[in-house]
């Protein structure tokens, strides 16, 4: 009898033997990621892929907070967009167990969050397959924003793991112009003569000025990186509608730009058309205030490009 237990202990001792060897939980986790791209982490799980030693994969974990009544719209913009990256990742021909996707909910984890100190959420943070986790391991969400090929640069830094995003098609946009092209059409048979407002030069010259604002104010760029619209600090809980680095912005900076840049546009506007006849106060009041609206908010973007680039020396009024 005594025989039989040390012949058993021996045998739960041999390495391989447990549940919980390196082999095992790449094991699972492959297999769990074959069903799901992104791999939900409880406490216990957490415990077996992330801390239990040695690992030799490297893990991105997303800690995020999903429930409804937790109110987090960029948790779920920045969830779908991850899972687009672990889905292009699990797909792809580069799939292998030296890198796994994975998240941590609130609500399920609430102690990993303590443990991590982690006060917000989303959190995206890369565990190493070896070493202790460096600054850079943490995704920069403010200054990268939250599109899936940004994550996907982020990882390929960290890991050397090239991951080629694949979003399924999106046919929105074929829709949107098709119907386009069908009011355009429509307009066209049945209003063909009375069309005249396509020849003057102040409708296209108003169009074109509206899509250079809109450009100019880094609209496109956002459109891109998905960035947020404001920033609100956790602990003062003030709201920053300018991001204080050049290399970022927000979605309401964006807006502030256009409309500064609008009004820029229209003070010359107001010198350029302002009446000619002198004898007229009006054509006086016209090129002034033209001036005052130019100085004025030309003033306001320098202010906020000094803001963003420190050490500018450049300022007219402000």
Known sequence: ??????????????????????????????????????????????KTFIRTLPRNYSIVVMFTALSPSRNCKI??????????????????????????????????????????????????????????????????????GIAAEAFAKWVKERTEVQIEVMRPPNYTNAILLGLFLFAVSGTLIIKGNSLDFLYKWKYWAITSMFIMFA????????????????????????????????NAMF??????????????????ILMADSPRDKSNPASSYMSYGGLGIVVIFFSILLAIFRMKHRGYPYSLLF
Not at 89 to 117: C, E, N, P, W
């Open 75 to 144: 948790c779920k913009e920045a969830h779908s967009e991850f899972t687009t990256l672990a889905r292009s990742h699990r797909y792809s021909r580069q799939f292998d167990s030296s890198l796994f996707f994975t998240m941590v909910d609130y609500d399920g984890g609430a102690s990993i969050f303590q443990r991590l100190k982690l006060t917000s959420a989303p959190v995206i943070l890369h565990f190493p397959a070896s070493g202790k986790r460096k600054k850079e391991d943490r995704f920069e969400l403010e200054r990268r």
């Open 251 to 268: 979605v309401a900076e964006s807006y502030i730009i256009a409309i500064v840049n609008g009004l820029i546009a229209f003070g010359f």
């Open 215 to 246: 450009m100019t104010s880094g609209q496109m760029w956002l459109h891109i990186r998905g960035a947020p619209f404001a920033h609100v600090d956790r602990h003062s809980g003030r709201t920053s509608f300018i991001h204080g680095g050049s």
């Open 1 to 46: 009898m005594i025989s039989l237990i040390l012949l058993m202990v021996f045998v739960t001792s041999i390495p391989g033997s447990t549940s919980n060897t390196l082999e095992s939980r790449v094991e699972q986790l492959q297999e769990i990621s074959y069903r799901t791209p992104v791999v939900k982490l409880d406490e216990d799980k957490y």
